[in-house]
């Protein structure tokens, strides 16, 4: 892909936050070994931790690498529970996270620098997922605190499904999935998520996922939600396979957003409480929290 730069006014009002105060939401969750949510934190097999970006936060790879590490400092983790970090599709972009201007090769290595200085932030018993566009490809790129430098990278729409199984601790793997990929979709903008002897692959069938018990989308655009405990239309692929894949595990997604509210509630594309537990339960809008500033 040809790198693109543009220009941006929001045409969207913010009602509580602005690119120069709020730029992630941060939504925490607890869960046991088969997805359920636990509030006893004596329970935890693992600590989900997403996180949602204004979508005019700031994007150079300093400036992204700061904020994760001042989000990694704002939340407190069940002491030696494994935590599982996942950050939006093109959260290292160097242009808008809905235009492709990634990084190319120099970049790529500057940006495996600034991640050394990352580990450090992180519980020790951590896996960090984010997103990566390069010149040529979307990404998402998994690391840990004790290898910060040392990422596995998975790729959209060429990786294998046996590729994006990534274990996550306390015998749990979570499958990863890039920008919508996950949701089963045949629209361009989704799937599919491999390309095996010409045929292609798409997550139609969530049997394949049953050894997995963490699915996660990283996506780049706004996603839209229900904003009452109404069934999901059509349109919201995302969500209804969530919602599907509740029934083995549980489903995480993170994405960019304006951060929007109406009524005092996060309109429909600005959510970032997308935790969908093992039952259906999804993570309530008051266990999001604001991150404002980045040192």
């Not at 992204?64 to 290292?92: D, E, H």
């Not at 799937?191 to 010409?198: A, S």
């Not at 997995?212 to 995302?238: E, F, I, Y």
């Amino acid at each position: 892909m040809k790198r693109t730069t543009s220009k941006h006014t929001p045409n969207v009002p913010l009602a509580k936050s602005n690119p120069r105060q709020s730029h992630a939401w941060i939504a925490s969750a607890n869960i046991d070994s088969k997805g359920k949510r636990v509030i006893n934190r004596k329970k935890v097999a693992l600590q989900i931790v997403t996180v949602c970006v204004h979508r005019d936060a700031p994007h150079s790879i300093a400036d992204r690498a700061a904020l994760m590490n001042k989000i990694a400092q704002c939340v407190s983790s069940p002491l030696g529970t494994p935590t599982l970090w996942v950050f939006p599709g093109g959260y290292f972009n160097l242009g808008r996270c809905d235009v492709q201007s990634g990084l190319d090769k120099t970049e790529c290595g500057h940006l495996a620098k600034q991640l050394r200085k990352c580990g450090k932030y992180f519980p020790s018993k951590s896996t960090v997922i984010f997103g990566v566009d390069t010149d040529s490809h979307q990404e998402v790129w998994v690391t840990t605190p004790s290898s910060p430098s040392a990422y596995y990278r998975i790729r959209r729409g060429s990786t294998p499904l046996v590729n994006r199984v990534v274990d996550v601790g306390n015998k749990m793997k979570a499958t990863i999935f890039v920008c919508g990929e996950f949701t089963g979709s045949k629209a361009p903008t989704n799937g599919p998520y491999d390309l095996c002897n010409g045929k292609k692959l798409y997550l139609d069938d969530l049997s394949v996922l049953r050894n997995s018990q963490v699915l996660v989308d990283v996506a780049h655009c706004c996603v839209p939600g229900t904003v009452n405990k109404t069934r999901p239309s059509w349109r919201m692929a995302h969500q209804r396979q969530m919602e599907r894949f509740s029934k083995i595990g549980v489903a995480v997604l993170a994405h960019h957003h304006f951060g929007s509210v109406r009524n005092n509630r996060p309109m429909c594309r600005h959510q970032s409480n997308w935790v969908v537990f093992k039952g259906g339960e999804r993570l309530n809008n008051s266990d999001v929290k604001e991150c404002c500033g980045y040192r």
